[in-house]
């Protein structure tokens, strides 16, 4: 069995319901889980690396407040929780700028059981995994996350930025070509770059994707909701891409989809 995780990046308390149930309705309704990497209090004036506007903050509909805590948009909470579909993954504090990167190691601490706090406030399982805005960690603070967490989702890791004890098992990663592997008892998780974007070629992305999952023990891709409803109306064909990805994946009886947490509480071998 090969296993893949769909990793949806950004739901906040700006996120309307009906983008996400627009995207994932018919993997829920497949009964295919769905993880959602979500900012527990965003800001409301995040940028990117150009300094415009994050696009999750389209439709923040002009709220002036700096920071908005995922329990205040009380729909969107009602709607994640009737859907056990969905798993919440911890995303940051406020998704500043490459936040987990900047941010001084003693604030670390602070901001990850803030974020915590936030997603329990608003209801939710404590998460179990976490995802650093724009997948950026410094030493320092990657240290401090896996102290607080037992998975961390990222694109890859660098040796410099890795806590000094971490060396050994990352040279056995490389050294066996391992995509996933342990730093004490924390797993860490790789993926093959954002598969699922409007800014990639379909076609291109479509055979990726099946190059991946079908040669690889565990895939983890990622998707930013946000996309898909990037000039304010949805893009048709970048959604029916997804849906077909999903339908490819639910159809293949080699595939499971699973959560995060699927890793902690079952057996599965990842190839690790």
């Given at each position: 069995m090969r296993y893949v995780i769909i990793r949806d990046d950004d739901t906040n308390a700006a996120t309307p319901v009906d983008c996400l149930d627009r995207l994932y309705r018919p993997a829920l309704d497949r009964g295919l889980p769905?993880?959602?990497?979500?900012?527990?209090?965003v800001s409301l004036?995040?940028?990117n690396g150009d300094g415009d506007l994050e696009g999750f903050l389209r439709f923040k509909n002009g709220s002036i407040k700096p920071t908005l805590p995922i329990a205040s948009n009380q729909k969107l909470v009602?709607?994640?929780?009737?859907?056990?579909?969905y798993e919440i993954v911890q995303h940051g504090l406020h998704h500043d700028y490459r936040e987990f990167e900047r941010m001084p190691a003693e604030s670390a601490d602070d901001a990850l059981m803030r974020g915590t706090e936030c997603l329990r406030e608003a209801g939710f399982d404590q998460p179990k995994t976490f995802v650093a805005p724009h997948d950026k960690f410094s030493c320092a603070t990657l240290a401090r996350v896996a102290q607080h967490f037992p998975i961390v989702s990222s694109g890859w890791y660098e040796l410099e930025r890795l806590p000094r004890a971490w060396w050994?098992?990352?040279a056995w990663k490389k050294l066996t070509r391992s995509d996933h592997w342990h730093a004490g008892h924390t797993l860490l998780l790789t993926h093959p770059g954002c598969l699922l974007s409007c800014f990639r070629n379909f076609n291109a992305s479509s055979d990726l994707i099946r190059k991946h999952v079908s040669t690889q023990k565990l895939t983890v891709l990622v998707t930013h909701w946000w996309e898909?409803?990037?000039?304010?109306?949805?893009?048709e064909p970048f959604i029916a891409?997804?849906?077909?990805?999903?339908?490819?994946?639910?159809?293949n009886p080699e595939i499971e989809v699973i959560r995060f947490s699927d890793l902690l509480s079952r057996n599965l071998d990842i190839g690790i």
């Amino acid at each position: 069995m090969r296993y893949v995780i769909i990793r949806d990046d950004d739901t906040n308390a700006a996120t309307p319901v009906d983008c996400l149930d627009r995207l994932y309705r018919p993997a829920l309704d497949r009964g295919l889980p769905v993880n959602l990497a979500t900012i527990p209090e965003v800001s409301l004036d995040a940028r990117n690396g150009d300094g415009d506007l994050e696009g999750f903050l389209r439709f923040k509909n002009g709220s002036i407040k700096p920071t908005l805590p995922i329990a205040s948009n009380q729909k969107l909470v009602d709607y994640l929780r009737d859907n056990p579909g969905y798993e919440i993954v911890q995303h940051g504090l406020h998704h500043d700028y490459r936040e987990f990167e900047r941010m001084p190691a003693e604030s670390a601490d602070d901001a990850l059981m803030r974020g915590t706090e936030c997603l329990r406030e608003a209801g939710f399982d404590q998460p179990k995994t976490f995802v650093a805005p724009h997948d950026k960690f410094s030493c320092a603070t990657l240290a401090r996350v896996a102290q607080h967490f037992p998975i961390v989702s990222s694109g890859w890791y660098e040796l410099e930025r890795l806590p000094r004890a971490w060396w050994p098992a990352y040279a056995w990663k490389k050294l066996t070509r391992s995509d996933h592997w342990h730093a004490g008892h924390t797993l860490l998780l790789t993926h093959p770059g954002c598969l699922l974007s409007c800014f990639r070629n379909f076609n291109a992305s479509s055979d990726l994707i099946r190059k991946h999952v079908s040669t690889q023990k565990l895939t983890v891709l990622v998707t930013h909701w946000w996309e898909y409803f990037r000039n304010g109306t949805p893009d048709e064909p970048f959604i029916a891409f997804l849906h077909e990805t999903i339908d490819v994946l639910a159809t293949n009886p080699e595939i499971e989809v699973i959560r995060f947490s699927d890793l902690l509480s079952r057996n599965l071998d990842i190839g690790i």
